[in-house]
Every structure is written in structure tokens, then in C-alpha cells.
């Protein structure tokens, strides 16, 4: 059985991850899923829309990923409900350190194992389905991705992307509803400034670590993907063995890129969004979000920031 190649878009929320997913989306031989930790609960409980606007029940590529990865009775809740209980026993921040050693070590080994069995029959069966050879997954939590590291047919590949902190925690204070559930009035979450920034921290030096426990990995800043898409594309494609011609990069143009819509189970709400799309830097924060606010979370985050390359000044 040969490994099931997946690129893992890691890093806290509202770092762009949704927009270089769809982006990569567009590459030949590339199925992008979306966040596949919420597929449990969003996709097979909740039944919110799919990418492409059907409900996840009602969602002929879905559906018949379900049925090439369970069998016949493809998608069902006690599954749904079976994956979420798992993930309370492996897939949490807490258990990073048992998630760090050795697979023999890991004292809920069997969990794990069942957790990722259903984690890779999907990986298969998308890859199946789609006849592409990598799947983006972007689920961006830390601990998924150490759980993924754990099994041998699944060849991981972390994109670890990276956003300004102040960026990321002024988008964390804004309000945003969630299209695909079920009232369409539903808001997304919000965070304080110190509790993202502190997630911020926290996220990221964990993607650190994975990469110094061998787990390949590239680190790519939102501001530099912005800035130049073309060569971050490449840069990722080398990254994933994945080759790519001149003219696969045609829906990419100065600013902007041309997606198509794509069956993600979850994500930002601009997974909804077909056709042309900017592709622009967001300073928004830079005149939105106070400067005693901005010196703060510069404060809270600054060794990380200047490793990554950011300017500590707060407003230049
Ligand atoms: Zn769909």
C-alpha cells in the first residue's frame, strides 16, 4: 500500500491558511478538503454545506469519499461520534508531550491507532476519488498533525504558515458569521488579544518542534504568499514532490487568483467564494487596532516575531 501524500496547512486560525489552501486547490493533482477536523462533527453531524454550496449529506464527491473509506454505510454518526470521542482521548494540546515520543510509547496507543486509521482511509479514498496524488489538509491544529506523524502510510508533508501575531489577533476581535451553518447566523469565534497572541506563541513553537522531530516541514509567511504567490506555489510544490508547468500558475495574476469551487468540509467562509479573488496584503490592523494593543501583543510575542522576520516596531 503506498503512503497517502497530504499537505498540512498548520498554524493558528486567520493566518490566511483557508486562501493558500484554495490556492493550491487549483494545482493539477492537488484535492483540497478543507479542515478535516471538523469533518466529524460539522460535516457528518451538523451537515453544514460543503465548498461547493450542497449540504455535506447531499454532496455527491463527499458521499462517495464516505463510501470508498467506510464501506457501504459510508458516513454515519455513530462514526461521527465514535471519531470525536477519540479525538477527546489523543487529538488535544495537552497530550503534545505523549504525542512526542516514540508510537510504542504513547500510552492510549490503540486509540491513536484507530483514530488514525480513519484519518487515512479518507486520505486514500480522497485521493481515490479525485485521481490526485496529494490531499491539502487544512486543519491547522498542532496536535492533529503530531497525531498524523504516527502513521507509517501517511507521508505528512507541514506547511507551517505564519502571520504577523498583531495581523492574526486584531482579525481574532472582529465579528464574523459562518455561512454554512444551518441559520447562516451562527458567528465564528472570537478571541481577546492576549489569548491570541498566547495561542499564537503556543501554536507555532509546537510546528517548531514537530519539524526537529523529523517531520518535514516548511515555513511559509501569509506576507510573503501574499506579496508573491507564484513563487510560494513553487515553493510548496518542491516542498510536496508535486511538478508543476508554467501553465498550471495561469490562474495566478498580480493580485489576484481565478479559483473554482471546491468540496472543503470546513474553513474560512471565503471557501464559498468562486471566481476572481484579490490576493492582498491585510494591514487593516495597523490603523484598527490600538496601539496600546498592538505594543502588547509585540510584547507577548516578540522572540517568535523576530525569528520569523517581523518588525517589533508596532505600527512601521
Ligand atoms: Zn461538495
Avoid at 451538523?46 to 455535506?56: A, I, K, L, Q, V
Avoid at 461521527?80 to 470521542?85: P, T
Avoid at 510584547?299 to 508596532?314: C, Q, V
Wanted: net charge positive; proline share 5%; hydrophobic share 40%.
Amino acid at each position: 500500500m503506498t503512503a497517502s501524500r497530504v499537505i498540512y496547512l498548520g498554524g493558528l486560525g486567520r493566518s490566511g491558511t483557508t486562501l493558500i489552501e484554495r490556492v493550491l486547490g487549483e494545482l493539477p493533482g492537488v484535492c483540497s478538503a478543507g479542515e478535516l477536523i471538523h469533518l466529524w462533527r460539522w460535516g457528518i453531524l451538523d451537515d453544514e454545506r460543503c465548498g461547493c454550496g450542497t449540504p455535506f449529506s447531499g454532496c455527491g464527491f463527499w458521499t462517495a469519499v464516505g463510501h470508498r473509506a467506510f464501506g457501504s454505510s459510508g458516513w454515519t454518526r455513530p462514526l461521527g461520534r465514535g471519531m470525536l470521542e477519540l479525538r477527546s482521548r489523543v487529538d488535544r494540546a495537552r497530550y503534545l508531550p505523549q504525542l512526542m515520543a516514540p508510537t510504542d510509547l504513547h500510552p492510549r496507543r490503540r486509540e491513536l491507532a484507530a483514530y488514525l486509521r480513519a484519518y487515512r482511509n479518507v486520505y486514500a479514498a480522497l485521493l481515490d476519488e479525485s485521481g490526485t496524488s496529494i490531499v491539502v489538509d487544512s486543519s491547522k491544529h498542532s496536535s492533529l498533525a503530531f497525531c498524523l506523524r504516527h502513521h507509517r502510510d501517511i507521508d505528512l508533508r507541514v506547511v507551517h504558515v505564519v502571520r504577523d501575531s498583531r495581523g492574526v489577533a486584531y482579525s481574532w476581535t472582529k465579528d464574523m458569521s459562518r455561512p454554512e451553518s444551518a441559520a447562516g447566523r451562527q458567528q465564528m469565534t472570537r478571541y481577546s488579544p492576549v489569548r491570541s497572541a498566547l495561542l499564537w506563541n503556543a501554536n507555532n513553537a509546537s510546528l517548531a518542534v514537530l519539524g526537529r522531530l523529523g517531520t518535514p516541514r516548511l515555513l511559509l509567511r501569509y506576507e510573503d504568499f501574499v506579496a508573491d504567490p507564484i513563487a510560494a506555489v513553487r515553493r510548496v510544490a518542491a516542498f510536496a514532490d508535486l511538478p508543476i508547468a508554467g501553465s498550471d500558475l495561469d490562474f495566478l495574476g498580480p493580485g489576484h487568483a481565478d479559483l473554482t469551487a471546491s468540496h472543503t468540509v470546513a474553513g474560512n467562509p471565503m471557501r464559498f467564494r468562486t471566481g476572481r479573488i484579490e490576493v492582498r496584503r491585510d494591514d487593516a490592523w495597523r490603523r484598527q487596532l490600538p496601539r496600546r494593543q498592538q505594543r502588547m501583543i509585540s510584547a507577548l510575542t516578540a522572540p517568535l516575531l523576530s525569528r520569523y522576520g517581523y518588525p517589533l516596531g508596532a505600527s512601521t
